[in-house]
């Protein structure tokens, strides 16, 4: 027996979500495939350098010529990558930009790796050319760019003092283009996070640099070989103790720095199996658990959607064993959850992760051994009483199981050997009232002014909180989870259990006096759980200074019947309410949960 707790009061980290890599033969029907049957809300596309300046466009790099670069290339792999990256941009999904190769002549000591400093200015036009002509074509704009794995050198290689002065070279060239606005680098991006760490500290050790890093990065891969300094390489398995001893420090480093930290490859030795072998995907399953376990990745990016070391067979209709093992963290884990701290991990065949996101909870069991074991969790909310399962193992593809039954937060499952079990369940007990600025139609905020130019006012900080709390716990910061523009029932606040005339205030974005009282709204969302009986009145009001001066009520409404389902309202403010508001700068709404 194998004992597991899960601590729901303590969060490690935020997952953003799951996603592949779509690199060679980047739209194929392969790369189809996993697009449309795993869910994901990040990406990794590559930018073919190579194909985009075959020759240099000129000697200038201070001067675009757009007659030098391929701006309309029809089917070779540019084109698929360009139709690729539209395709993430139309969907809203994060990404990764990473360039592999590039154009000969950039290389002129024909090492096929190495980019001449004197070529750098050259290098820096050809990339930014990219993102404007992506930008203004697609409207495609990545978050991160990086060099593949260029501590490796695979395909253009810098050193780690290189990496640093291009961090620092074109993070300057990108801050003086005002059309991009959002790319950022990526520090390290590197092969293996085993014995590569301090490749990153040129640029750790300054922190000028940092403003132009977005994220930390590595790929999963194990090193391919052990260096006794670093491993006991006698170890049969010496390369998976150096990658477990090494992994931890990589998110040390991206606390320290304050950035996410990605895994923009996730794979294994890929000698130690084939494409379509179970092998492989138990290898990978054990590497999902052992990051978030050992380390704090923000997303991770399965090598590959596409041709190498695919998921699929190439024309998309079969599907191997580690598509279903990605089908757990893609499809079974929600995007932007809470993960969890666990305890029970071994660190070798018996793996716990714990996911959160609302009242709906996510717990990951691998065995990785060849032996049946029975886990014994414990930790979860009194109000899950039971579970949904799925497993995954050699014989098994992603098949739901029997519900488990939960008591007092603890249940026990017999795990097959070599088996991954998701879990999933809902704490409905929680007597709570939900709260939530969505608007009707996708365009939300809690007052709308359609006078005069000045459209959404969302809420700009808290007044007071109350006993109310952001769907992570959080206690304070609550007006950025009701701040969208549009409607995301992924993220609200919500009141204390059994609310008693419990307030919450926020305030409201300053805007100049529109010169009207015509055409105010106050739109919001809300729901309930667990409760049979509850109320929520919403409140317009100026001048807020707390419970005890409260201000000026402009308008208020009581929901009378809170349901258990989101619901809108769309409140129109009369003229002549609208017209005791003085001073649009200080402006509030405020909640009051009640049963």
Known sequence: ??????????????????????IFGADGADGDTVWSDLAQNWGRLQFMMEQWEGTNDNDDPDVINWAGFSTNPSSNDLAH???????????????????????????????????????????????VAYLLHMKDTYGYEPDYYSFNEPWAGAEVAFDSQDHRDFIEQFGQRLESEPDITKTKLLLGDNASPAGSL?????????????????????????????DPNEVDDTLPDCEWEWWKSDVGGWATRAAEMDKPLLVTEHGWDSADYTDDSWTRALYNMRGYMALFELTTPQIILQWSATTVERMTSDDGTTKYPIFYVCHHFANLTPQNAKVLATTGSTGENFWIAAFKKGSDYVVHLANVGSSSETFDVSGLPDGITTLSAVRTSETENAVSLADVSVTNGSFS?????????????????????????AGLTGVGAVLTVSVADVGLINPAADAAAGTWSAEDGATVGLYASVDEDVAD??????????????????????????????????????????????????????????????????????????????ATRLRAISPSAAGNITDYS????RFVADT
């Open 1 to 22: 027996m194998v004992s597991m707790t899960v601590d729901t009061s303590t969060v490690r980290y935020e997952f953003w979500g799951w996603g592949a890599n779509y």
């Open 489 to 566: 029932d992924a993220d609200f606040i919500r009141s204390n259990a059994g609310p008693s005339n419990s307030p919450c205030v926020l305030k409201l974005e300053a805007i100049p006096d529109p010169g009207s009282d015509d055409h105010h709204t106050v739109r919001y969302r809300y729901r309930r759980t667990g409760l049979t009986a509850s109320t929520l009145t919403v409140e317009l009001r100026q001048g807020y200074s707390s419970e005890a001066s409260p201000g000026t009520l402009i308008v208020s409404w009581t929901e009378s019947t809170v349901g258990e389902g989101w």
């Open 586 to 589: 200080d402006l509030y709404l």
């Open 413 to 437: 499952l017999a795990m097959d050997p070599e088996s991954l079990v998701t879990l999933s369940g809902t704490d409905t007990t929680q007597n709570l009232i939900y709260a939530h600025t």
């Open 198 to 226: 301090e490749y990153t500290d040129p640029v750790y050790n300054d922190s000028s640099l940092w403003q132009y890093v977005g994220a930390v990065a590595f790929h999963s891969w194990t090193p391919g070989w052990c």
């Open 81 to 127: 990558s360009m139709r690729r990256q539209d395709q993430f941009s139309d969907a809203g999904y994060g990404t990764v930009l990473s360039c592999w190769y590039a154009p000969s002549w950039m290389q002129p000591n024909g090492d096929g790796t190495v980019i001449p400093r004197e070529n750098w200015d050259e290098m820096f036009e050809s990339i």
